[in-house]
């Protein structure tokens, strides 16, 4: 189980990781899994002291390991202008992600696997990712995995990414959607396997290539969101629930609705209508029932 934490001033500004850890430390699972923290390597002996005391159970088996190289190539990271026509041009919004937000997407979708090899499966739990209570083992043999899939990230951060996906696909005779649209995993808690991150290896090489995630802040979300409709692997909901601190929001394992890239919120919304167009029935209803009494 990993997280890619940021490091911090101060002891008390872990708390959302020790929170985090807790939360995993309960659950009955934990001990059959490895616990990796990677940090830039800005978390020192005693801030790592800090937090292998307060995060329970699994405290004491935490390993940290530093990705601090990948950080330094992103060190100097142009934020709102991308050297590759491909993905666009000056975007003054592109400004709000910083060159570290960028690096932790190349980590979670290029690099991760080089920093942590010879492990089966890798279960990504964010730092502000607490587990909901108890809950049964998630373990599966599934390529990749996530609580809840949804649709495209913004525009802004996604250009140039259909096209690139589609060129790709037609060069490597891979699957590619007619309507340019596909589902991605809500990658904050996200199992994957090294089978299928041996089985991506040259095409996310090609991503890298691009610089994209660099210039455009490509996400990790519709980056892998892409390998699995390349490779026409399946959307498997993992069995996990949790609460998202940075979006203050609860997420529970979720079915994927057909194809066409539906998004949580718009699932959300198409639950309001369901719920509102039974209520309107049971009214409805029980007028009836009440005219023929
Ligand atoms: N070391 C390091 N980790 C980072 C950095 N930015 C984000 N992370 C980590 O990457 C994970 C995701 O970061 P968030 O800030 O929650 O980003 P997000 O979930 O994609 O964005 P939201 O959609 O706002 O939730 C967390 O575990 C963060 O600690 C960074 O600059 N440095
Ligand atoms: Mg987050």
Redesign the pocket.
Known sequence: MI?????YATEAEYDM?LHRNRAISQQGWADRYDHVV???G?IPPNQQQHIRRHSGRIGARLRFLS?QHL?DEYATCQQTQSTNPLCGSFDARLDHF????R???HF?FVAVDQYLPGYEYLLRI????VLAGPQSDPYTTADLASPSWQGMDARFVTLGMERFFGQLAGELRLHWPEHGTWRSPY??VMWISSDFLRRTRHLRERVADTACIRDNRW???PLWGAMVTLLRAEHHVLRLSYH????NADIAPAAVISSGGIGTASRLQLMGVIGAVAALLAIILSRRRCRRR
């Open positions: 997280v890619l934490t940021r490091g990781l990677c940090h830039e800005n990705v950080f910083s060159c570290g937000y690096a932790m997407c979670w964010d730092e502000d990712c990658t904050n996400g990790d979300l998202h601190g940075s979006h």
